[in-house]
C-alpha cells in the first residue's frame, strides 16, 4: 500500500506565495518521478512541474520562473515552491507520484495521486 499525503495549500492574495509538500510513504523500493499537477473548476487537470529522481525537471509555461520544483529523495518527498502567484493559478494541486514497489516477491511498477490540496489566489 502505498500513501501520497500532500500539504502546503490555501488562500493567498496575488503576488504572494505558497510551498507545497508531498510525502509519498509504503513498500517504496525507489523513486522514478513525482510531480504536481492542477485542476481548475471545469478545466481539465494540466501538469505543472516534474522531477525525476536524478533532479531533471521540467515545467508548464504558465509556471516558468515562478514555480520551483524539487525534491529530498531521502524523505520521498516532493516540494513545490509557488511564487508571485496570481488568481488564474486557483486549482486543487494534486501530487502523482511514480514508483517502484517493493512486492512479495517482485519489485513493480506503481502510478498514484493524492488527494489534492486546494489553493486559492485572490486578486
Known amino acids: 500500500q502505498v500513501q501520497l499525503v500532500e500539504s502546503g495549500g490555501g488562500l493567498v492574495q496575488a503576488g504572494g506565495s505558497l510551498r507545497l509538500s508531498c510525502t509519498a510513504s509504503?513498500?517504496?523500493?525507489?523513486?522514478?518521478?513525482m510531480g504536481w499537477y492542477r485542476q481548475a473548476p471545469g478545466k481539465q487537470r494540466e501538469l505543472v512541474a516534474t522531477?525525476?529522481?536524478?533532479?531533471?525537471?521540467n515545467y508548464a509555461d504558465s509556471v516558468k520562473g515562478r514555480f520551483t520544483i524539487s525534491e529530498d529523495n531521502a524523505k520521498n518527498t516532493v516540494y513545490l515552491q509557488m511564487s508571485t502567484l496570481k488568481p488564474e493559478d486557483t486549482a486543487v494541486y494534486y501530487c502523482?507520484?511514480?514508483?517502484?514497489?517493493?512486492?512479495?516477491?517482485?519489485?513493480?511498477?506503481?502510478?498514484?495521486w493524492g488527494q489534492g490540496t486546494q489553493v486559492t489566489v485572490s486578486s
Open positions: 502523482n507520484a511514480d514508483l517502484r514497489i517493493r512486492g512479495p516477491s517482485t519489485i513493480y511498477q506503481y502510478n498514484g
Open positions: 509504503g513498500s517504496i523500493f525507489s523513486i522514478v518521478a
Open positions: 522531477i525525476t529522481s536524478s533532479g531533471s525537471t
